[in-house]
């Protein structure tokens, strides 16, 4: 056993309060994987004779340093559990190919073998962890093990099609970003900044050059073929067995799941919590005001405290806590979503109404100027709640205007826009937001989704869920445009495979009056 790593000792020692255990730390144990691949993994122990639970933390950079050896690593282990940080088959040091999906299954299992063979493993294991390390944990609840007593699942994901190719459309900015991560296999955090500043210094040329396939080589520092499969496979059946979504219907431990309104994938973990419950289970939800990056950091209290609550055992009056943006307050619920109903604003010529009348709107999509991706779920600097006034200034957004409202509005589920639409191109993208716009006619965005269809007829974009209030004077706006590049691929208009296609196709897309934004309502 060896002393922590300096940084964590010091951050340590900045806290006010005195913690149960002092911790001890085990780096670089070599752990067999299914094929007998040696994954490297870190015991973060706390200094006690007693029996003491285990926490099982896997991904492909969870032993980068900080900040997960100080966030997973030492503040849990300090709390009284065992706690192991595992990195993924072909990263980190480990042993074996990478693959995003398909060896989390088993070497999960092995790594449970090997703790049932560790003198201090009590057969008392619960799993933790954000992003790929929830995704690592569904794949264990494949062939759940025994010793399980619960999962706490933060900012994850099941679905991988839906993940990299929402709404149809490749999902760009978060496959360079989350490849940084899954292709990296850094030893150390500062190999991990490196790469990340790489990234920064292509990105413009990543992003305006084509063919993708031939640019985005220097994002990665070389040609990276699992990226080149996601963008060459939109299809189903290649995701199939990436698809963990299922598995919640069949995960029986109890479980903790949180998510941020701007967080990458908030409709899925939405989706398994109401998986879980409609199989009986009673999971807790904490949904705050976070993208993907910022719950693990700015979040952290809640996420923290929402975790030791299921470590301890410890039962919550009401399962799910939300932050209710636009009354800027959380708040305590039995379960998500509150009871209410559907209620449709229809498009009218910039208006929004609670009526249905004649007529349509178009806007022209140039994919060789590109409407931009400002705000939502991100990971760049313009992410999550932000002043959409530059984005609406552009002549290829529509902004579709409420009245001022007379009384409060609250929006609390999942929001979805109905359009009757038609586009010139082979392709066409709508991409639909929801803002809020105040007395100063400031426009903030809410929530927001993108389809992608070809054609005319009816196109619905599922904007993903919200919890927020439209507070009296303020009017509901629903933004509409033909994209939002490169959190999405920009779409070229020509229907051909994105990763080699080099030629582009502006579009005239119409949107008819009889189209409508559905909010969810509660009183």
């Not at 929830?134 to 994901?157: C, F, K, N, S, T």
């Not at 978060?174 to 900044?193: E, H, N, P, T």
Request: with cysteine.
């Amino acid at each position: 056993m060896q002393r922590l790593p300096f940084l964590v000792r010091m951050l340590m020692r900045r806290s006010q309060k005195r913690a149960p255990y002092d911790v001890r730390w085990e780096p670089a144990l070599p752990v067999p994987a299914a094929d007998g691949s040696p994954l490297l993994t870190d015991h973060y122990a706390p200094l006690t004779d007693e029996p003491r639970p285990t926490v099982l933390i896997r991904a492909p950079y969870i032993r980068s340093g900080f900040p997960f050896n100080y966030l997973y690593g030492a503040l849990v282990a300090e709390q009284g559990f065992h706690v192991i940080l595992q990195n993924s088959r072909g990263t980190g040091g480990s042993g074996g190919e990478f693959h995003a999906w398909r060896n989390e299954a088993g070497d999960g299992q092995a790594a449970v073998a090997w703790l049932r063979d560790q003198p201090w493993f009590t057969g008392e294991l619960y799993t933790m962890g954000a992003s790929y390390m929830a995704y690592a944990q569904l794949a264990l609840a494949l062939d759940p093990p025994p010793e399980w007593r619960g999962a706490i699942m933060q900012v994850g994901l099941a679905d991988l099609r839906r993940f990299f190719w929402p709404g149809g459309a490749f999902a760009l900015e978060r496959s360079l970003v989350g490849g940084i991560g899954l292709f990296g296999q850094a030893l150390r955090a500062r190999d991990y900044a490196w790469a990340i500043l790489r990234l920064r210094r292509h990105l413009k040329r990543v992003i305006t050059r084509v063919p993708l396939l031939d640019v985005y080589p220097a994002a990665f520092g070389g040609r990276r073929p699992s990226f080149e499969e996601w963008i060459a496979h939109p299809e189903p059946e290649y995701w199939a067995d990436g698809d963990l979504m299922p598995v919640a219907d069949k995960l029986a431990v109890p479980v903790s799941l949180c998510t941020g309104w701007w967080d990458l994938a908030p409709d899925q973990v939405i989706e398994i919590y109401t998986r879980l419950r409609a199989a009986g289970h009673d999971p807790d939800l904490l949904i705050g005001p976070w993208t993907h990056t910022s719950a693990p950091d700015q979040g952290w209290p809640e996420l923290f405290a929402q975790a030791m609550r299921r470590l301890r055992g410890e039962t919550p009056a009401d399962r799910v806590r939300v932050f209710i943006t636009g009354a800027e307050q959380w708040r305590d619920l039995p379960f998500w979503p509150p009871a209410g109903q559907d209620q449709r604003w229809f498009l009218g010529d910039g208006t929004l109404r609670l009526s249905e009348g004649p007529g349509s709107t178009s806007f022209s999509y140039d994919p060789s100027h590109p409407t931009p991706s400002i705000g939502g779920p991100l990971q760049s600097k313009t992410q999550g709640r932000r002043d959409n006034a530059v984005l609406e200034a552009r002549a290829d957004v529509l902004v579709f205007t409420g009245e001022p409202l007379l009384e409060a509005v609250e929006v609390m589920g999942a929001v979805r826009a109905e359009f009757d639409a038609s586009t010139t191109a082979a392709s066409g993208d709508l991409f639909a937001r929801l803002c809020d716009v105040d007395p100063t006619g400031k426009s903030v965005n809410v929530c927001d989704g993108l389809t992608r269809f070809t054609g005319s007829g009816r196109v619905v974009v599922d904007m993903g869920p919200a919890g927020h209030r439209f507070q009296p004077g303020h009017r509901i706006r629903l933004q509409v445009s033909g994209g939002a590049h490169p959190r999405i691929l920009r779409n070229y208009g020509t229907g051909e495979p994105p990763g080699p296609a080099t030629r582009m196709v502006p579009t005239r897309t119409r949107v008819m009056h009889t189209s409508s934004l559905v909010l969810p309502i509660v009183n």
